[in-house]
């Protein structure tokens, strides 16, 4: 039992439903139901311990879990806001982005940072903002709300806000604009600085090798074209994120060669017509479900 790697997930809210996608991508067998605190993963030692996000750095500090997935947002918080928390990132994930700014009414007078001197900013997050307040040497006083943040500056709770935006509605739902972000976050994997047993290295490495994967392979896709030996070197210096291509020869022509590669970055329509431009033909674009160096 003890030799469970045990995992802190947000149980339900923006993170977890792409947590539970990348640990499945991770080739986790497991299913949440209910009102279940844990879920056992079937095919690895692994526990799920289903939770609000707000618990999981000091379920992870405390040693009640040995990893968590959450929002840099959270975790930046909990560090600052308790100064001996021992959590650190392991890895970015690059799902649930998302930024933690200042904004103010549209047309009032806080336009920028410095205005904030002497005014009121309500937020979720006291610590990031108080620790930015300090660096950039402003006197603000901050008034801290569990939530509804943007509903501040039109009740005179606040004179501005210091909250996440995704898309921007919200703020603009309430007439309030950004004009300044203090954080940009996406999900992360976080541990502690303790030191794990034999087994349970093993078993996180395994796993860490295979989250390594799926962002490596979120990106990725597998190009493969036909070309004119002679276009060879123009078409690689167009192929995105890309190591040596293969070059196969093409039967029954001296002139034509099959070029196949693994590009990293992402492929558009305009690298299409690119490699087109450059005289490629043919050319498809395959997803990569996994991969490992
Ligand atoms: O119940 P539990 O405590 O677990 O969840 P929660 O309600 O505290 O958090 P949840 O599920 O809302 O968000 C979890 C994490 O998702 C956050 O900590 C962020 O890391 C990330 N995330 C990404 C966001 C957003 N995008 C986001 N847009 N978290 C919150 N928002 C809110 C924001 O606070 C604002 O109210 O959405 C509104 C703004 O959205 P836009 O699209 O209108 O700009
Ligand atoms: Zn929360």
């Known amino acids: 039992m003890t030799d469970r790697l045990r995992i802190a997930v947000q149980k339900k809210g923006r993170l977890a ?28 030692p692994i526990d799920l311990l289903l939770v609000r996000d707000d618990d999981i750095p000091n379920f992870v500090a405390s040693g009640a879990c040995d990893f968590g997935l959450v929002g840099e947002n959270v975790f930046a918080e909990e560090v600052l806001a308790s100064e001996d928390m021992d959590i650190e990132i392991v890895r970015r994930l690059g799902f649930s982005r998302c930024r933690l700014c ?8 806080i336009q920028s940072p410095q205005d904030l001197n002497g005014t009121k900013i309500a937020t979720s997050y006291p610590g990031v903002l108080n620790a930015y307040l300090k660096d950039n040497g402003i006197k603000a006083a901050c008034v801290e709300m569990k939530g509804a ?19 921007g509605a919200t703020l603009e739902a309430n007439g ?29 490495d395994r796993l860490l090798s295979r989250i390594d994967g799926v962002i490596r392979s979120k990106d990725s896709k597998y190009i493969m074209l036909n070309a004119p030996r002679s276009q060879v ?3 690689t210096k167009i192929l995105p994120g890309s190591d040596a291509p293969t070059i196969i020869p093409l039967a029954g022509s001296d002139d034509l060669v099959a070029v196949q590669a693994v590009c990293t970055e992402n492929v558009f329509w305009q690298t299409l017509e690119d490699l087109k431009a450059a005289g490629a033909r043919a050319i498809l674009v395959l997803p990569i479900e996994k991969m490992m160096n």
């Open 233 to 235: 070197d123009a078409i």
């Open 102 to 109: 200042l904004a103010a009414d549209a047309d009032g007078p």
């Open 149 to 167: 943040v943007e509903l501040a500056p039109r009740i005179d709770i606040a004179d501005a806000i210091c909250d996440l935006v995704s898309s």
């Open 17 to 44: 439903d792409e947590s539970f996608a990348m640990l499945k991508k991770c080739g986790l067998n497991f299913s949440v139901r209910g009102d279940g605190l844990l879920a056992r993963v079937k095919n690895m």
């Open 176 to 204: 309030l604009a950004p004009f300044a972000t203090i954080l940009e976050s996406e999900a992360v994997l976080i541990g502690s600085g303790r030191k794990l047993g034999p087994n349970k290295q093993a078993i996180f």
